[in-house]
């Protein structure tokens, strides 16, 4: 049973940063790529950042680009996304998500290119 777990959300003030993290379980996150989303209240759900099976290769919404990296451990099989400068308008549910690929450098921005969801975790940033 595949189960992505996020973990480390919470509220801090503007200019600060946050760490997030997503725990895998039940696939082989060598295989996959990985990606975070997020939702705002009353707004879809969008592209944060995507990180590719190889790990060599990521990508960034715009919005996000120099404040936001994201990083795997393939060997502790968790996907992390640091959060820094952090502006209240990053205030949102955070997703993680996999997807089975044997393309090694690709990323996907795309919600519908992704496998397994997980649950969400709160990022509230204070002005």
């Known amino acids: 049973q595949v189960q992505l777990v996020e973990s480390g959300g919470g509220l801090v003030q503007a200019g600060g940063s946050l760490r997030i993290s997503c725990a895998v379980s039940?696939?082989?996150?060598?295989?996959?790529?990985m990606g975070w989303f997020r939702q705002a209240p009353g707004k879809e759900r969008e592209f944060v950042a995507a990180?590719?099976?190889?790990?060599?290769?990521?990508e960034y919404t715009a919005s996000v680009k120099g404040r936001f990296t994201i990083a795997g451990d393939n060997a502790k099989k968790t996907v992390f996304l640091q959060m820094n400068s952090l502006k209240p308008e990053d205030t949102a549910v955070y997703y993680c998500?996999?997807?089975?690929?044997?393309?090694?450098?690709?990323?996907?921005?795309?919600?519908?290119?992704?496998?397994?969801w997980g649950q969400g975790t709160q990022v509230t940033v204070s002005s």
């Open positions: 039940g696939l082989t996150t060598s295989r996959y790529g």
């Open positions: 990180i590719s099976r190889s790990g060599d290769n990521t």
């Open positions: 998500a996999a997807r089975s690929t044997n393309t090694y450098s690709y990323t996907a921005r795309r919600i519908g290119e992704y496998d397994y």
